[in-house]
């Protein structure tokens, strides 16, 4: 199946992108990752990528569409896929359409993960990350056993730059600008479906398995 994850930051969408390519053994692809990955090994996309990148430009429209449908081309995503991060724009997705149609295929699912603009804040100005090995916890939600001090390696436990309120609300109203024709143009199609992300891990998915279907063998 191939399925596109929506969702604000502080949604859960990493939580669940993990928990979803677990269940039904499908690539979860992410354009953050791609971009990494082209620009690591050099290749002829990566470098264009890098020379935007480098010159603090955003990557043309087309270029992430060429970076992403390639990769989207490659064996492992043959029976399905998850798409985090692409598209964010309509053309990007109406490219995207394209692209799938050109071998018989096309989006079955938009999973757009909804919660309220204050709990988003809550949660992100809340969390805190290890220095040494990334790890993540939340003041409220998921303290570690000693507090400031990971539990996995024993690094500091720091908040990110950009965890301060007055990033967060532009980071989410930023987001939602971007995002809403979006969900508009696959609501015309009839594959969005919202999912109430304030309902806790457990249930969030619960809700993404009735949508999905039980796991693949």
């Known amino acids: ?37 082209n620009i690591k090994n050099g290749t002829e996309l990566g470098k264009k990528a890098q020379e935007y990148m480098n010159k603090g430009e955003l990557v043309p429209d087309d270029l992430v569409i060429e970076i992403a449908t390639d990769r989207l081309a490659r064996e492992d995503c043959r029976k399905g896929f998850l798409l985090d991060g692409f598209p964010r724009t309509v053309h990007q997705a109406e490219e995207l359409d394209r ?45 570690p056993k000693v507090d400031g001090i990971c539990d996995v390696c024993g690094g500091e436990l720091v908040q990110r730059a950009d965890d301060n309120r007055e990033t967060v609300e532009n980071r ?25 992300g304030s309902l806790g891990l457990e249930n969030v998915f619960a809700g993404i398995r009735e949508v999905l279907g039980e796991k693949s063998v």
């Not at 993960?113 to 220095?131: F, N, P, T, W, Y």
Request: charged letters at 25%; aromatic letters at 6%.
């Open 1 to 37: 199946m191939n399925v596109i994850l929506l969702g604000p930051p502080g949604a859960g969408k990493g939580t669940q992108a993990t928990t979803i390519v677990k269940e039904y053994h499908i690539p979860h692809i992410s354009t953050g990752d791609i971009f990494r990955e």
């Open 99 to 143: 692209f799938l149609e050109s071998s018989g295929k096309g989006v079955d699912h938009v999973l757009n993960i909804s919660v309220a603009k204050e709990e988003l804040i809550r949660r992100l100005i809340g969390r805190r990350v290890c220095k040494s090995c990334g790890a993540t916890y939340h003041i409220e939600t998921m303290k």
């Open 172 to 196: 989410i109203d930023v987001y939602e600008q971007q995002t809403m024709p979006l969900i508009d143009y696959y609501e015309k199609a009839g594959v969005l479906v919202h999912i109430d």
